[in-house]
């Protein structure tokens, strides 16, 4: 088939890989003069892990980033722990890629190319009709099937998605020769639920040198202007106050520009997919992310679109039909855990961190729950691509 790509991002490049191995003619179209990937450090986990070295990804992705074996963070007035999760748990030795959003675009974008992908930059889509692309100069088409990966800025998907009430800034900086933090754990700190910062190493950029890592501060989502107008030297001390480890990673913060804010929304399409168009990524579907799957669910998604396609062997309405069913229940799963997660880490309410940190993870510290964490975390904890684990049966329309 002749099949279309709005977006070069995560989901995008993988699925141009996924479609393009399985002998389909590709082309991504970007916005962007050259594209680049948008954000700071993520953890690739063990879902994702396995899609990347389907698309033979894999090796260049570890070369960038660093093994994750554990997330681990603490109450800063009492210093109690409050969230502990190791990825290796017993009889389950895996773990999570803790990477730069640079380095997994480039791991990604090189398979891409490998399989003869055809990216066309400067190209930003501003709707379609029927099969054919529009942009805003011109059109092409018409093309078998359009995906839109366009994420968060979609102007094909009908999305209309909540924003929620809590963002956060980061930025990239040396990992410090001075810090006790190790390089192989996420760690974290909360003031109830109102303050959250973060450590994650990240491995190597390319274009740079040195090992880096990604840090973290939860903040209202309209809270900028305010936090720009306190002035760096406060929030520095308020940071170091809280966390004193912190202080080597954000005294390299020198100017306020060097903190990008973000903010996250929560919706889901109940029908990712069109005639002629599929959805995937932050376009079908987005949440909080706390639990660290955004750019695993785009890679799941991918992953399952092309498997969908591959299975319906050409009827593209199956497929779609097929590819919506086989991720539904991940997608909605993980999303209603993400929703019960999230207030208790970034909100302003008083008694969900006192629940959490007197009964909710002592209950974790269980054996039984601790390997339902390790599974949530990796990303099984639900099947990751449902019914396309084998021949699936026709879905409900």
């Known amino acids: 088939m002749d099949i279309a790509i709005a977006g070069a991002g995560m989901g995008g490049l993988a699925a141009a890989t996924a479609l393009r191995q399985s002998g389909h003619s590709v082309t991504v179209f970007d916005q962007f003069d050259a ?24 090796p260049a992705a570890m070369g960038w980033g660093t093994r994750i074996h554990r997330m681990f963070g603490h109450e800063v007035r009492t210093g109690r722990p409050v969230l502990d999760v190791a990825y290796d748990a017993p009889g389950d030795p895996r773990f999570g890629l ?54 968060t800025s979609s102007l094909l998907s009908p999305m209309r998605a909540r924003p929620l009430g809590y963002g956060a800034l980061w930025a990239t900086v040396d990992w410090p020769a001075d810090t006790e933090l190790p390089r192989n754990e996420l760690r974290q700190a909360y003031r109830r639920a109102d303050r959250m910062l973060g450590v994650l190493p990240v491995g190597r950029i390319p274009g740079q040198t040195g090992f880096r890592a990604s840090i973290f501060w939860s903040l209202p989502a309209d809270a900028y202007d305010d936090w720009r107008s306190g002035g760096l030297s406060a929030w520095r001390a308020e940071a170091v106050s809280h966390w004193p480890a912190f202080a080597p990673f954000v005294e390299q913060i020198t100017d306020a520009d060097q903190m990008t804010m973000a903010r996250y929304t929560h919706g889901t399409l109940r029908r990712p997919f069109e005639e002629g168009l599929v959805y995937i990524g932050d376009a079908a579907h987005r949440a909080s992310p706390q639990l660290g799957q955004g750019a695993n669910m785009a890679l799941l998604d991918a992953w399952a679109l092309a498997r969908a396609l591959d299975i319906a062997r050409g009827d593209v309405a199956l497929a779609l039909g097929w590819y919506a069913q086989a991720r539904r229940w991940h997608v909605r799963g993980y999303q209603m855990m993400s929703r019960l997660f999230t207030p208790q880490y970034q909100g302003n309410s008083r008694w969900l961190p006192v629940l959490r940190d007197r009964a909710l993870y002592p209950l974790s510290t269980v054996r039984p729950i601790q390997r339902i964490l390790t599974r949530l975390v990796c990303g099984d904890l639900l099947p990751p691509l449902g019914s396309l684990a084998h021949e699936p049966r026709s879905p409900e329309q």
Do not use: C, K, M
């Open 35 to 58: 594209p680049a990937p948008v954000g700071s450090g993520l953890v690739v986990q063990p879902v994702g892990l396995e899609v990347l070295d389907n698309l033979g990804a894999l």
């Open 98 to 151: 803790a990477i730069h959003r640079a380095a997994l675009f480039q791991a990604l974008q090189e398979a891409a190319q490998a399989t003869g992908v055809q990216i066309e930059s400067g190209r930003r889509v501003t709707g379609r009709d029927g099969a054919t692309l529009l942009f805003e100069d011109g059109h092409e088409g018409p093309f078998d099937l359009i995906v839109d990966a366009t994420g």
